[in-house]
């Protein structure tokens, strides 16, 4: 219907003589970077002047809602998710249940599905955190000297905004016959960092075999942990 009178873009596609589909049809187009509104109705219907007034209220209440707009906080719609078979319940339900842990609406990239790989692993995790819990450790060196653990953690913080599968938790279905889990990708996430002293190599890896059982998985931050470790010999653990 767009463009079909001259008020609306200028030009019509639809001549004038043709049949209409109804007593009113509202045409609206973005021409010219502006969203333009047309009410195309027959002059000679009965209440014109009620019929005038009412667009003329029409365009006072689209100009309140656009000023209402740029005040407005954020707020996720069913076609942000449109992955998640969602409800205006279940979108409702996931926020609040996401705001109970912290994570405001505004916090929230995406949200999708798990696959059954990711059920299988997190159904495992329920038994015992240390499932399928890969460890691995490095020794960072440095060409200027001993390396600076903060750095190293400011770098891993900006890994982790580099890629979603970083920033995703995961919350128990909320999207109908979906499946078990669902996840979601939070937009700045808070990295869970950790930072230990100890006397040497052997101590270290201790550290990381004894930090295998432990649950890192708060449901606020994603399932993972960065916890460096340092030597007295300023020898640097990751």
């Known amino acids: 219907m767009a463009g079909e009178t001259r008020e609306a873009g200028g030009t019509s596609d639809v001549g004038y003589a043709a049949p209409r589909f109804g007593l009113f049809e509202i045409s609206a187009i973005v021409f010219k970077g502006k969203l333009k509104i047309a009410f195309t109705f027959n002059r000679h219907?009965?209440?014109?002047?009620r019929i005038k007034q009412w667009v003329t209220e029409c365009r006072h209440n689209f100009k309140e809602m656009l000023e209402d707009l740029v005040t407005l906080v954020p707020t996720p719609t069913l076609s942000d998710f449109s992955l998640l078979s969602l409800t205006e319940e279940r979108l409702h339900s996931m926020l609040q249940r996401l705001a109970n842990m912290g994570i405001h609406s505004t916090e929230i990239e995406d949200a999708y599905p798990c696959c059954n790989m990711q059920e299988g692993l997190l159904l495992s995790q329920t038994k015992d955190a240390g499932f399928y819990a890969a460890v691995t450790v490095h020794e960072l060196k440095s060409s200027q000297g001993a390396p600076d653990h903060q750095r190293v953690e400011v770098a891993w913080r900006q890994?982790?905004?580099?890629?979603?599968?970083l920033r995703t938790i995961f919350l128990e279905n909320v999207g109908g016959n979906d499946g078990l889990y669902d996840q979601v990708v939070l937009k700045q996430p808070g990295a869970n960092v950790l930072h230990f002293e100890c006397s040497d190599e052997k101590e270290a890896l201790r550290i990381f075999e004894r930090q295998r059982s432990t649950p890192y998985d708060n449901g606020k931050t994603p399932p993972h942990r960065f916890t460096t470790?340092?030597?007295e010999d300023d020898r640097l653990f990751c």
Request: charged residues 25%; proline residues 7%; glycine residues 0%.
């Open 45 to 49: 219907m009965r209440h014109q002047e």
């Open 159 to 165: 890994v982790m905004m580099r890629h979603p599968a």
């Open 229 to 231: 470790c340092r030597t």
